[in-house]
C-alpha cells in the first residue's frame, strides 16, 4: 500500500515539476535582480520570509551579527535567526539571463495561431488578457479594450510573471530547491516534497497539500468568527467604557463647580460681614473725629482771646499812666469776667469712645464643614468587569 502511494505521489511529483519548469521560464529579468544592490543576482540566498539577496549583499548588511543573532529582512523586516550554515539558495532566479531570454520570445497567441505557426516571425507577447486567459501583442490586445460586454482586464506579462515568481517561491520545498513541495506531515507540520517524503517522513501521517489546507480553512473560519465575536464584544466594552468614563469625568467636572461655588459663596458672606464691621468702625472714627475737632477749634479760639487779654493787660500795667488805667480798667474787668465765663479749656471735656473688638474663633471655625463633602462611591465597580483576555483561541 505504502509503495502503490509512494508511485502516485511521485508522478504526481514529475507533472508538477514538469509545470513549474514550464512556467518558470516565463519569469521577468527585473524578478532576478537584488533588492539591495539593484543589480543580476550574485550567489542569491533566500530567507525565511522569503526574500532572495546576493550573499555579499546579506553578509555586508548582517556583518556585525553573529551565527543565532536576532536580525530583520531588509524588506519586509520579518525577523528571523542568523543561521549557522549558508543560507539557503533561491533556484529560481540562478540564472536569470537565460529566463529573460526566454520571456523575450514568448510569442503572441493570436499571430501564431494566425500565421503559418512558425514562431519566428511572430510579434512578441506583451499583455496577458485575464478573461481570455491569452498572452498578446499590442496589436492584438487593443481589441480586448473595446469588447461589446466592457473591456477586458488587461495585465503587462511582467505582472503576471510576477504572481507566477511569488507562487513558485512559496511552493519550492526548503530542502530540496529543485522541488515543490506537494504533502503536508501532520507530525512535522510543514510542507514537504517526495524526497522528504521518501527519506525522512516515510512513518508520518501525511496529505496532499489542497486536502490538509481545505481542513485549515474550515478551522480559519470558525476562528474568524469567533475574533469578529471578541471583536464585536470589545467594541462594546469600549463603547461602555467610553461612556461610563464620560459619565466619571462629567460627575467630578460638576462637583469641582459646586466646591467653587460654594466656596466662593462662603467668601462672599465674610466679605460682608468684614464690610459691615469695617463701616461701623469707620462711622464711630467720623463721629469721634468731628467732635474732637470741634472742641479743639473751640479751644483754639479761647485760647487766642484770653492770650489778646493777657497782652493788653500786661502792656497797660507796663507802660500806662495812672489816668490811662483807671479810664480801661472798667471794661478790662468786664471782659477778663466773660472770659472767665466761656472758659473753654475748663468746660469742654472730650472722652472718646473705646472700641474693642472680639474675634471669632477661627480654630473653632475650621472644624467645620463650611463648603461640603466630597463621597466616592465605588460600589459599581465590583458590577462592571473589563476582562483582559476577551476569548481564547484554539486551532
Known amino acids: 500500500m505504502l509503495l502503490c502511494v509512494y508511485s502516485c505521489v511521485l508522478a504526481t511529483a514529475a507533472a508538477v515539476n514538469n509545470c513549474t519548469m514550464a512556467t518558470a521560464k516565463s519569469v521577468a529579468s527585473d524578478l532576478g535582480t537584488c533588492s539591495i544592490c539593484l543589480e543580476v543576482f550574485d550567489n542569491p540566498k533566500s530567507l525565511p520570509c522569503p ?9 555586508r548588511a548582517f556583518e556585525n551579527m553573529c551565527p543565532g543573532d536576532e536580525v530583520r529582512c531588509p524588506l519586509c523586516r520579518t525577523e528571523f535567526q542568523i543561521p549557522t550554515d549558508v543560507l539557503q539558495e533561491l533556484f529560481i532566479v540562478q540564472r536569470p539571463d537565460d529566463v529573460y531570454e526566454e520571456f523575450c520570445h514568448v510569442p503572441c497567441v493570436v499571430c501564431l495561431e494566425e500565421g503559418d505557426g512558425s514562431s519566428e516571425e511572430t510579434a512578441t507577447a506583451t499583455v496577458y488578457c485575464v478573461d481570455c486567459q491569452q498572452k498578446l501583442c499590442d496589436s492584438c490586445s487593443r481589441p480586448h479594450k473595446r469588447m461589446p460586454g466592457g473591456a477586458h482586464q488587461l495585465q503587462t506579462l511582467r505582472t503576471e510573471m510576477e504572481q507566477e515568481l511569488i507562487q513558485l517561491c512559496g511552493n519550492a520545498c526548503d530542502k530540496h530547491k529543485d522541488k515543490t513541495v506537494e ?12 524526497l522528504c517524503f521518501a527519506y525522512e517522513h516515510r512513518d508520518h501521517d501525511f496529505d496532499q497539500i489542497p486536502a490538509v489546507a481545505e481542513n485549515f480553512k474550515v478551522k480559519f473560519v ?4 469567533q475574533i469578529l465575536s471578541a471583536i464585536a464584544t470589545a467594541r462594546q466594552l469600549s463603547k461602555q467604557l467610553k461612556e461610563s468614563s464620560d459619565k466619571f469625568f462629567s460627575d467630578v467636572y460638576n462637583a469641582e463647580k459646586m466646591i467653587f461655588e460654594t466656596g466662593d459663596e462662603i467668601k462672599r458672606i465674610v466679605d460682608s460681614q468684614v464690610a459691615e464691621l469695617v463701616s461701623k468702625l469707620q462711622s464711630v472714627k467720623s463721629n469721634s473725629a468731628k467732635q474732637a475737632q470741634a472742641i479743639q477749634d473751640s479751644l483754639q479760639m479761647a485760647l487766642a482771646a484770653m492770650e489778646s487779654f493777657h497782652r493788653s493787660s ?12 483807671t479810664r480801661a480798667a472798667c471794661g478790662l474787668l468786664d471782659t477778663a469776667a466773660k472770659l472767665l465765663r ?6 469742654h471735656n472730650f472722652r472718646p469712645p473705646q472700641v474693642i473688638f472680639t474675634p471669632a474663633d477661627v480654630t473653632q471655625m475650621s472644624r467645620l464643614n463650611l463648603i461640603g463633602k466630597v463621597t466616592v462611591d465605588s460600589g459599581n465597580q465590583s458590577g462592571t468587569r473589563y476582562p483582559l483576555r476577551i476569548c481564547t483561541l484554539l486551532l
Do not use: W
Not at 342 to 347: A, F, I
Open 183 to 194: 504533502l503536508y506531515c501532520h507530525r512535522c507540520n510543514k510542507n514537504i516534497c517526495v
Open 342 to 347: 466761656n472758659d473753654g479749656v475748663t468746660t
Open 314 to 325: 500786661r502792656e497797660l500795667l507796663d507802660k500806662g499812666r495812672p489816668s490811662d488805667v
Open 51 to 59: 526574500h532572495a539577496f546576493c550573499l555579499k549583499c546579506l553578509q
Open 222 to 225: 470558525a476562528v474568524d468568527e
